[in-house]
């Protein structure tokens, strides 16, 4: 068995503010990286940010700063955002770093000599996505791009282009044979079909004269790398590619986790790149959906971004984990309802979990001075629970965590300790308070990689064997301070 586990989130853009869509893919990183930690693997898990780019510069310009500190002011952001969310991330990495420039450089080199090629490159380009646009795309949308309601660039340039063309079969073969894994299904036969029609070459880099702020194409001064083909980089580069211990501990990484937006860098242009360089594919490549408000797509304008920090503060990380890894289907799109996530917070959370937590331990202290006695090693089957999460169905995996919980109200409900309490029957008594605190201790464990704080709350008051009371409720809920 590997004793090693290395998953990845994507490296955001840092032309905005982090948004509730990352947010929740740094917590499906999360849980794989502290399950992985729970079974005994030296794990890494990186994020980081993408910091290149013309809409970088142009960004910078307008707020009158240079690149690098408008990069390092949105970078911060994201590192704030990954602590707010409770992320264990032991790595994060900024495409700006010395290290990830140096190997980029070193990457570009490495690939196969005859796939890298120059060569003038006409068409349009979208700036606001730093991404190049096939002519079809820019007559269905009357030239303007509706992601930032601004008119594409007509761009004449010679260009470095990557023959990625070369690499269409080798990547069909990989994601067929599930050697490179593409979860959920939706999305290996949606990239399976982009590649029957097979791929075109692209243009990796881009005239220095127009976009200064990037990394220099080894060997030409004038061009720097195309930020995209770059940011790929950042998975390797993190690990110090080629020469160090952790690139060759850690690599293939066994899950990469990106959104649906841009699942074609990662199912077809990242492959090509590690192909060329003789390097391992990813075990698996994990695509989650996008997250609604209030069934909305969120903006400013409409007044319906929900702000991390905001339900933290008033409802605590766990239950803002909780919402978006179960109510959030793993394996589509899902919305954010402020009536939703308070019907979970109160029915799920505080009355199911809290009160089954509350219920014992305060029986544990009345009928039983607080000693528990032997706690039993409870034997329910947990085998979907480890296939859920493998397969990144987190939502799956804290459904059958809570056919646990559910199960051991109906048990609490079904015993009545109370009844037998006043019985006088001790032995039974003491039986079924220790199964009730048994059952509270494997569910902890299952809710470790997913509420870690929650976890080991329910742990403290049961794991020595005598009850050590919360201070306070297992789900406290603070008001919001008044902003009127």
Excluded at 140 to 149: F, L, Q, T
Aim: glycine share 6%; hydrophobic share 40%; charged share 25%.
């Amino acid at each position: 068995m590997n004793d090693h586990y290395y998953v990845t989130t994507s490296i955001p853009y840092v032309n905005a503010e982090p948004h509730i869509g990352f947010a929740m893919e740094l917590l499906q990183a999360d849980v794989l990286a502290r399950y992985n930690r729970q079974q005994g693997k030296q794990v890494i898990f990186s994020t980081g940010t993408d910091e290149h780019g013309g809409k970088i510069a142009e960004k910078a310009a307008e707020k009158k700063v240079t690149p690098q500190a408008y990069a390092d002011d949105i970078s911060q952001r994201f590192v704030e955002m990954a602590k707010l969310v409770n992320a264990s991330n032991d790595r994060f990495i900024r495409t700006t770093d010395k290290a990830h420039e140096e190997r980029a450089q070193l990457i570009w080199k490495n690939l196969k000599k005859d796939d890298i090629y120059k060569a003038k490159y006409v068409g349009w380009y979208c700036v606001g996505e730093e991404t190049f646009v096939t002519e079809t795309e820019v007559k269905a949308n009357n030239g303007v791009c509706p992601a930032h309601n601004r008119p594409y660039d007509k761009i004449e340039e010679e260009n470095h282009f990557f023959k990625l063309s070369g690499y269409t079969k080798r990547i069909k073969e990989a994601i067929e044979s599930d050697t490179f894994l593409i979860v959920p299904e939706t999305k290996r036969n949606e990239i399976l079909s982009l590649l029957e029609s097979g791929l075109d070459d692209i243009s990796i880099s881009r005239p220095k004269e127009k976009i200064a702020w990037g990394i220099p194409v080894p060997g030409d001064p004038k061009q720097v790398m195309y930020v995209w083909f770059e940011a790929l980089m950042n998975y390797i580069t993190v690990l110090g590619y080629p020469e160090h211990a952790d690139f060759k501990t850690y690599w293939p990484a066994d899950t990469q986790i990106v959104g649906k937006d841009i699942i074609r860098f990662h199912a077809a242009i990242w492959p090509a790149m590690l192909l060329s360089l003789g390097v391992a594919l990813p075990k698996q490549l994990y695509v989650h959906g996008f997250v609604t408000s209030e069934g909305k797509k969120m903006s400013k304008t409409l007044g319906n971004v929900i702000a991390p920090k905001d339900i933290i503060t008033q409802y605590g990380v766990d239950a803002f984990r909780y919402y978006f890894l179960r109510h959030v289907p793993s394996y589509g799109d899902g919305d954010f309802k402020q009536e939703a996530f308070e019907a979970a917070y109160n029915n799920e959370l505080a009355n199911e979990l809290g009160n089954a937590v509350q219920r014992t331990a305060v029986m544990v202290q009345k009928y039983q001075d607080g000693l528990i006695g032997d706690v039993p090693i409870a034997e329910h089957d947990t085998n979907q629970y480890h296939e859920a999460i493998l397969r990144c169905q987190f939502d799956r995996a804290l459904d059958e965590v809570w056919e646990q919980v559910r199960g051991l109200n109906q048990f609490i409900d079904s015993e009545k300790p109370w009844e037998i309490a006043k019985s006088g029957d001790t032995d039974h008594l003491r039986e079924v308070l220790a199964s009730q605190a048994g059952d509270l201790l494997q569910i902890a464990e299952l809710l470790e990689p997913f509420l870690p704080t929650t976890a080991a709350a329910i742990k403290g008051v049961f794991a020595e064997g005598i009850i050590r009371p919360l201070d306070g409720t297992l789900f406290p809920k603070h008001d919001t301070p008044d902003t009127a």
